[in-house]
């Protein structure tokens, strides 16, 4: 999962979790992120408790992608707090952030130019 949407965005979103935690997340943008995340706990659950043929390996990593691409947004929004929160931090947090979104912005156009290779 990590792969499929970057180490920087996964960085990202670890203080933006923690942020939006503290910040309170009972409004309806908040409980549409929260259900896309117990989406992906309870499926990742269910894949990390069910063995799985040698054979069937393959759909099995097909099958966590697609989770993890159907619940990207959480990444994104959580990336995207993260970002915020440091930015928030003084001229290191900045430094941190910025550092952190350029390496995502170019994971994400190396991925974009491998569609068209």
Do not use: N
């Not at 959580?78 to 170019?106: E, F, H, K, N, Y």
Request: a positive charge; proline letters at 3%.
């Amino acid at each position: 999962s990590v792969q499929a949407v970057g180490w920087p965005m996964a960085v990202l979103a670890v203080p933006g979790l923690l942020v939006w935690m503290r910040r309170g997340w009972r409004d309806r943008f908040g409980l549409a992120i929260a259900a896309l995340a117990l989406t992906f706990a309870v499926f990742m659950a269910g894949f990390l408790a069910a063995p799985v043929d040698q054979s069937f390996h393959r759909y099995a990593v097909e099958f966590v992608s697609r989770i993890t691409l159907a619940t990207y947004p959480v990444m994104v929004v959580w990336a995207g707090v993260g970002a915020s929160w440091l930015w928030s931090r003084g001229v290191t947090g900045q430094i941190a952030a910025t550092v952190l979104v350029l390496a995502a912005g170019r994971l994400a156009v190396i991925e974009l130019l491998g569609w068209f290779r």
